[in-house]
């Protein structure tokens, strides 16, 4: 069984949008949750569940998980985007992704 993250990206950022300074392992989880946010709002078909290049972190007995994240941005609420990984279900939503760098859709609105 895997962990839930719920996290907002906002909590990570310093005043100018970028990582902030942070201990080792907060810095890790900011940019594991920043390459879901990249390769999510890159995708032409956001809302559906697709599988990224992006390796699940996770490390059940102490051995790295082989597992790709699957994610896309929540239709019912987009201003979540939800993550799983198929393999050791470790899985999360972001929040306050929209108004960040790392949010590359260009045109303001959803396809």
Same mark, same amino acid.
């Given at each position: 069984?895997? &962990?839930? /993250?719920?996290?907002?990206?906002? =909590?990570?950022? %310093?005043?100018?949008?970028?990582?902030?300074?942070? !201990? *080792? !392992?907060?810095? %890790?989880l900011? @940019? =594991?949750?920043?390459?879901?946010?990249?390769?999510?709002? #890159?995708?032409? %078909?956001?809302?559906?569940?697709?599988?990224?290049?992006? @390796? #699940?972190?996770? *490390?059940?007995?102490?051995?790295? #998980?082989?597992?790709?994240?699957?994610?896309?941005? &929540?239709?019912?609420?987009?201003?979540?985007?939800? /993550?799983? #990984?198929?393999?050791?279900?470790? %899985?999360?939503?972001?929040?306050g /992704?929209?108004?960040?760098?790392?949010? &590359?859709?260009?045109?303001?609105?959803? =396809?």
């Amino acid at each position: 069984m895997g &962990n839930t /993250w719920v996290t907002n990206i906002q =909590h990570f950022l %310093n005043e100018k949008g970028e990582i902030g300074d942070l !201990p *080792r !392992p907060a810095l %890790n989880l900011a @940019n =594991h949750i920043i390459l879901i946010i990249e390769e999510v709002t #890159c995708s032409n %078909n956001e809302y559906e569940p697709q599988t990224t290049k992006i @390796n #699940c972190r996770r *490390r059940p007995k102490r051995k790295k #998980c082989a597992g790709k994240i699957v994610a896309y941005i &929540n239709q019912e609420n987009p201003d979540q985007i939800i /993550w799983y #990984c198929p393999v050791c279900d470790d %899985n999360g939503i972001i929040t306050g /992704w929209e108004s960040t760098i790392y949010n &590359n859709i260009r045109s303001g609105e959803f =396809h």
